[in-house]
């Protein structure tokens, strides 16, 4: 294991001793992240505080004057326009151009049939509006919402109570029961798996071609190959050093993400301090299990491949299936509670991220999780070894 600390030592150096490695494959994953994910938080702030400030141009026909002040008496700022102040088909094309937001006709009798309504027959209110602009389909809601209060007054009404025919938790104030942190944890649990499988990924893609393949396509593994040390501890070395940075990019990754996350949730309540110590450590635990196992397949490619293209292509299926087992668990908001998951390499660090995160862990899945890991970094490391000693693959241009 000597050698296998000084091959250690070495890759860990080349990086650490290299200002532009250490800004593009640890600094770099977590600033882009902050930067886009706040961009796209007071994107999406701004987005709704123009919605929300936007003077909704509303023509109308036949409104009634109980509706027109339920309407001044909205929050949003409407500007009511007469119906009869440009033809049907002028109002029509301004709502596709974008320039009125809503037309509402009434019917000339709307209240009177409104008022008779055990003679009458019901009134239809017409409205036109644009679901291509952003602003009518506000507008559309809103009103929408109005009509709503006035139905629900017009009923009360003709019947008084008697409208209502049951009430729902009216006076039960504890119908709610909630644990808050679990809910809280299944927000987390529902996106930071996958993007912790991508960054993990990500940072071992960065660095692990480089170190074999690009040492194989410059001639300097030759070099490594033929001092007396065991190609296993060679292995062993080049997996530890490359997983160490690769964890340190996601960890990266991980601070740009929970920096981030107030602009992105733009106001909303979320505490990020409901994990414990116990938590974080089997955070890391997984994190810990799992970078060794993409890094071994990483490391196992690269040496395999002639060149750092090569490598990065043949790498680039399993970057794509790591998304996708992180997507298949991001709605169902629970980990599985099959055995056999958590032998599945990857898929099995997803639902324990999941447990940890939503604080349903199961020991014996955890040990299932990590044991496993394990075994298949043995298996990895075995393969890389095999590699390194055919001069087929090593050796081949």
């Known amino acids: 294991m000597k050698n296998a600390m000084t091959i250690f030592k070495k890759e860990f150096y080349r990086v650490m001793s290299d200002r532009r490695l250490i800004f593009t494959a640890i600094l770099l994953p977590g600033l882009a992240i902050y930067v886009m994910y706040s961009f796209m938080g007071n994107a999406i702030g701004n987005e709704v505080e123009d919605i929300q400030e936007h003077t909704i141009i509303l023509y109308q026909e036949n409104m009634p ?3 027109t002040t339920l309407v001044n008496n909205s929050e949003y700022d409407i500007e009511i326009h007469d119906f009869n ?12 151009q974008g320039q009125i937001d809503l037309l509402v006709r009434f019917p000339a009798d709307f209240e009177t049939s409104i008022e008779n309504y055990e003679t009458s027959e019901v009134p239809e209110v017409y409205t036109y509006y644009n679901p291509g602009e952003k602003y009518s389909s506000n507008a559309y809601g809103v009103f929408g ?5 006035y139905r629900n007054s017009v009923s009360l009404d003709r019947f008084g109570d008697d409208v ?6 009216l006076t039960n104030e504890d119908h709610v029961i909630m644990d808050e942190e679990k809910a809280t944890g299944q927000g987390f649990a529902s996106l930071m798996p996958m993007l912790i499988i991508m960054f993990l990924f990500s940072g071992a893609m960065s660095i692990g071609p480089d170190s074999i393949a690009g040492e194989k396509e410059r001639g300097t593994i030759a070099t490594l190959l033929v001092t007396p040390i065991k190609r296993s501890e060679l ?3 080049k997996v530890i050093s490359l997983s160490l940075i690769a964890l340190m990019s ?3 990754s991980f601070v740009g993400i929970m920096l981030s996350l107030p602009r992105l949730m733009q106001g909303q309540e979320l505490d990020t301090n409901i994990y414990g110590l116990s938590e974080y450590l089997m955070l890391f635990g997984v994190l810990l299990a799992t970078v060794l196992v993409i890094v071994g397949l990483v490391s196992m490619i690269s040496a395999y491949a002639k060149s750092i293209k090569e490598a990065s292509m043949l790498i680039l299926p399993l970057y794509f299936v790591s998304i996708i087992v992180g997507v298949s668990t991001m709605f169902s908001g629970e980990a599985s509670a099959n055995l056999w998951v958590y032998l599945v390499p990857i898929y099995s ?3 324990m991220l999941i447990s940890v995160l939503t604080f349903e862990v199961v020991p014996l899945h955890f040990l299932l999780m990590v044991v496993s890991s394990v075994l298949y970094v043995g298996i990895l490391i ?3 070894n095999k590699l390194f000693q055919s001069e087929k693959v090593m050796f081949s241009k």
Do not use: W
């Open 164 to 169: 209502y025919v049951f009430y729902t938790d």
């Open 145 to 149: 919402g109005i009509l709503r209060t």
């Open 65 to 67: 004057d109980d509706i």
């Open 382 to 384: 075995y393969i890389i």
């Open 85 to 96: 102040e440009m033809s049907f088909d002028d109002i029509k094309d301004r709502i596709l």
């Open 250 to 252: 996601a960890a990266s």
């Open 235 to 237: 292995a062993i070395g």
């Open 349 to 351: 660090s997803v639902n």
